[in-house]
């Protein structure tokens, strides 16, 4: 293997010394980058991107070959990867979003669900081993899954953008069946990010994107609970070196206490807590990744540096913090927008690392 070039990344994610913040945003290659819109075409979708190495591999490389101040790549890919090998269906319609041909209502079909072959992921796994070997050491590779709890979501409702009723209606009235379904996902999901390590990935994070929709108890129950097994069965290094891993419960901020004690190297952060009173109450446990708000993007080069000073600030000196969105940067978004950002983060960053 060859020997990495920047491991800033790695390195703030163990909360050890770096001379800046390093940087990476969520969903950092998509539809606003218009070399991301040109291999789509040509794929023909956005499952063929996923499902061809060589896509994979192209799509993901063009943020780094556009911004050479990104700290880290991330596996070009999807959540809902996993119940589509599950055997859900899943399709996407163009502008409207994922869709699942069966979902998980009846009790006959969730007392069905069982882990699925990782054969069926395969493409997932070459993915991974082919950016690995086009990234040629420049930065690190994260690989990812979604969370118990959020594939659950996908695969009970069938489609995104709900509130999510038929699910907790099943937290509430059948957990058993809630906690079978998210059993298997957990499972499912260690095998996942495990053989992701093992064809490359560099440090592994799990997407909860709908955790913050549960009540105080339901959390812990539905979500944090499942998602402290998986951390407990991951891969711990790989090719000598430690695997971190980063758990990102959006809505989550209410209970970065219990999440920093599930295991894991470093929380996500949305937008909607002050980075520096996160780091008050659990950066002695965890590093930070996060949190602009991807809307600020929209703005103009100066708004954007100043959020960008805003939140070095308030995070403050020393180590441990990966700057980041605090969710998927929109397709909306003027590229030169982005870059003005990661710009600012690696001019500002410095003088916190002194
Ligand atoms: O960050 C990256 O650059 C890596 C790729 C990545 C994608 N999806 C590509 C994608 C990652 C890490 C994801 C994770 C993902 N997928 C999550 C968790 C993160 C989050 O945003 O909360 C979720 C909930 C999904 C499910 C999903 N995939 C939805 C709801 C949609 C449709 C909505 C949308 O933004 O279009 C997708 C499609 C998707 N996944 C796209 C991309 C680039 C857009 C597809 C297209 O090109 O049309």
């Given at each position: ?212 929709a549960l009540s105080h108890n339901a959390y812990k129950e539905f979500s944090l609970n499942y998602m402290q097994k998986i951390v407990a069965g991951l891969t711990k290094t790989a090719e000598g070196k430690v695997v971190p891993s980063i758990v990102f419960t959006k809505g989550g901020a209410l209970w970065l206490e219990a999440q920093a004690a599930i295991g894991a190297d470093a929380l996500g952060l949305d937008w909607t ?82």
């Amino acid at each position: 293997m060859t020997t990495l070039q920047n491991d800033t990344f790695l390195k703030a994610l163990m909360r050890q010394p770096t001379d800046y913040t390093p940087v990476w945003m969520m969903r950092q290659a998509g539809r606003y980058l218009p070399e991301y819109r040109e291999s789509r075409k040509t794929a023909g979708s956005f499952m063929d991107l996923c499902m061809n190495a060589q896509f994979a591999t192209e799509v993901t490389l063009q943020p780094l070959d556009r911004y050479p101040e990104l700290d880290a790549a991330i596996l070009f890919s999807d959540i809902l990867t996993v119940p589509d090998a599950m055997g859900l269906g899943l399709s996407f319609e163009a502008g409207e979003g994922p869709k699942f041909e069966r979902t998980l209502q009846q009790e006959a079909d969730i007392k069905q669900l069982s882990v699925p072959d990782m054969a069926k992921l395969q493409y997932v796994f070459d993915a991974v081993s082919s950016i690995r070997k086009a990234l040629n050491g420049r930065v690190p590779l994260i690989g990812f899954s979604g969370s118990p709890w959020t594939l659950a979501t996908y695969m009970v409702e069938g489609k995104g953008g709900t509130d999510f009723l038929n699910t907790k209606k099943m937290a509430y009235a059948r957990p058993d069946l809630l906690h079978h379904i998210l059993e298997v996902n957990a499972q499912t999901i260690i095998q996942y990010l495990n053989a992701q390590i093992a064809a490359g990935a560099q440090a592994v994070m799990i997407f909860d994107s709908w955790g913050g929709a549960l009540s105080h108890n339901a959390y812990k129950e539905f979500s944090l609970n499942y998602m402290q097994k998986i951390v407990a069965g991951l891969t711990k290094t790989a090719e000598g070196k430690v695997v971190p891993s980063i758990v990102f419960t959006k809505g989550g901020a209410l209970w970065l206490e219990a999440q920093a004690a599930i295991g894991a190297d470093a929380l996500g952060l949305d937008w909607t807590v002050d980075i520096g009173q996160a780091r008050a109450r659990v950066g002695n446990k965890v590093a930070l990744q996060g949190n602009m708000d991807p809307a600020i993007l929209l703005s103009t080069p100066e708004a954007i540096e100043k959020e960008v000073a805003s939140i070095l600030a308030s995070y403050g000196h020393g180590h441990g913090h990966v700057f980041n969105l605090g969710h998927g940067i929109t397709q909306w978004t003027p590229p030169e927008n982005a870059g003005a950002m990661l710009a600012a983060v690696k001019k500002l960053s410095k003088a916190y690392h002194l």
